[in-house]
């Protein structure tokens, strides 16, 4: 069973920092591109971040407030927020494509989520 476990998030005021981690776990032959959504309430899901080889996306509304990266070595993805507006406040997805060693069938999967809230 392929599956993307997530940990951090929580509450925090405007202008704080938190730190978002991803890890994929079980029998995995690759991971294609890593990455972080959200969605807030009454909207739909939107990329944050993603990170696929050398190339790194941002959201226009978070780049240079918020930093991507990831360890190929441990299938981890790493979200580190910083400067957090009241307006980053969402559930936070983990997604990765991965190939798992069992059907080897590619598919997008998804973390379970995690609550960001920014307070003014």
């Known amino acids: 069973q392929v599956q993307l476990v997530e940990s951090g998030g929580g509450s925090v005021q405007a202008g704080g920092s938190l730190r978002l981690s991803c890890a994929a776990s079980?029998?995995?032959?690759?991971?294609?591109?890593m990455g972080w959504y959200r969605q807030a309430p009454g909207r739909q899901r939107e990329l944050v971040a993603r990170?696929?080889?050398?190339?790194?996306n941002y959201a226009d509304s978070v780049r240079g407030r918020i930093t991507i990266s990831r360890d190929n070595a441990k299938n981890t993805v790493t979200l580190q927020m910083d400067s957090l507006k009241p307006e980053d406040t969402a559930v936070y997805y983990c997604?990765?494509?991965?190939?798992?060693?069992?059907?080897?069938?590619?598919?997008?999967?998804w973390g379970q989520g995690t609550q960001v809230t920014v307070s003014s």
């Open positions: 997604n990765a494509g991965m190939t798992p060693t069992t059907g080897w069938h590619p598919a997008a999967y």
């Open positions: 079980g029998s995995i032959y690759s991971i294609s591109a």
């Open positions: 990170v696929r080889g050398d190339n790194t």
